[in-house]
């Protein structure tokens, strides 16, 4: 079995491009905190907006899906799954909800991970939720004639257990020490984690409740109000690439997780400037506040487009507002019901 140091990290040379995103994370999330303080009714808003793209965006990823307003239904815990997609996306809700409100408490060990995937499983009928692997899993992928063929190998089911003990005990060391930014440590946890690929299903989804997990717990929050699986799921052929790139000589410890980490990075840093958009728009009067979210899109934009960018404001008073500026000759309306955007003129 392959070992893991993650104290190794502090002997790397990193490039420009890393260091530059260390040192636009840290300077972002001084500013989220500040406004943390000053907006706080705001901020209620996007994070239930960010829990709703994000259960929608990490599923879909692994091709689960619902329709918008059962989603919605889903998430307000106002209907029960019709299907096993349903059931998928009702387990991601329970976890990430957890996630989010219970961070503090949920330190990284083995048996930590086995009950978040057990939660992530617990509306299916699958009987593996909570347990690893018992069988041999492979991450593959299909060419354009159709043909499926092995990306990589995991670790096989005996040695399973054991590596998730030691990644867990290798990023508690590593970050416990402080020598390292976790800003680093994290994606290079992810990576082997995703190596590993302990689970029969959900690795995918672990992989991204576990970014935010440490993210949070190293005060990194900002998963709260923008949902990076989001993020990952509109740049998700580059995240296969990041992903590919980093596992080659990943058994024989020949690996270079740098693809990777730059991956994660700057999904982070796309997050924060998307939050500091937000909060900029939503300082304004409420009128203005849509017109400033308008300013903000480029093309077509939707209803919800616009309710996203204004957490502050009613659905009622969106509508309103686009009428208005639709009458005023200040955008354009097309289509109509469910299929109607609108455009500036």
């Known amino acids: 079995m392959r070992r893991f140091d993650y104290t190794e990290l502090e002997n790397k040379t990193w490039d420009n491009e890393v260091i530059n995103y260390l040192s636009l994370i840290h300077e972002y999330k001084g500013k989220q905190s500040a406004y943390a303080q000053q907006k706080p009714h705001e901020l209620e808003r996007l994070i239930e907006i960010a829990k709703v793209q994000s259960t929608e965006a990490s599923n879909s990823i692994e091709g689960i899906r619902t329709t918008e307003t059962r989603l919605r239904q889903l998430m307000s815990e106002r209907t029960t799954p019709r299907n096993r997609d349903e059931k998928e996306i009702a387990g991601y809700r329970d976890a990430l909800n957890i996630v989010h409100e219970s961070f503090e408490y949920i330190p990284l060990t083995p048996n930590y991970i086995l009950q978040l995937h057990k939660i992530l499983l617990s509306h299916t009928d699958s009987g593996f939720g909570g347990n690893f692997k018992n069988v041999q899993n492979y991450i593959s992928a299909t060419d354009e004639d159709g043909n499926r063929f092995t990306l990589f190998t995991p670790m096989a089911p005996y040695e399973t257990p054991e590596a998730i ?164 000759g200040y955008i354009v309306k097309h289509g109509s019901g469910k299929n109607t955007f609108y455009a500036k003129k």
Request: charged letters at 25%; hydrophobic letters at 40%; proline letters at 3%.
């Open 165 to 328: 003990r030691m990644i867990c005990d290798e990023y508690n060391r590593a970050s416990g020490e402080g020598r390292v930014d976790p800003l680093l440590i994290i994606p290079v946890f992810i990576h082997d984690f995703l190596c590993v690929h302990p689970f029969l299903d959900g690795n995918g989804r672990m992989s991204r409740l576990l970014t935010t997990l440490l993210l949070y717990r190293a005060g990194y929050e900002i998963g709260k109000y923008i949902s990076l699986e989001a993020k990952i799921a509109k740049n998700k052929d580059a995240y296969y690439v990041a992903l590919e790139e980093s596992q080659a000589g990943w058994h024989e410890m020949q690996d270079d997780p740098t693809s990777f980490i730059k991956y994660l990075l700057g999904t982070i840093i796309a997050a924060y400037r998307d939050f500091d958009e937000r909060i900029q728009i939503v300082s304004s009067t409420s009128i203005d506040t849509v017109k400033n979210a308008i300013d903000s899109k480029l093309g077509k934009f939707t209803k919800r487009d616009i309710l996203e960018l204004c957490p502050s404001l009613s659905s009622s008073t969106v509508e309103r507002h686009l009428k208005k500026l639709t009458a005023d």
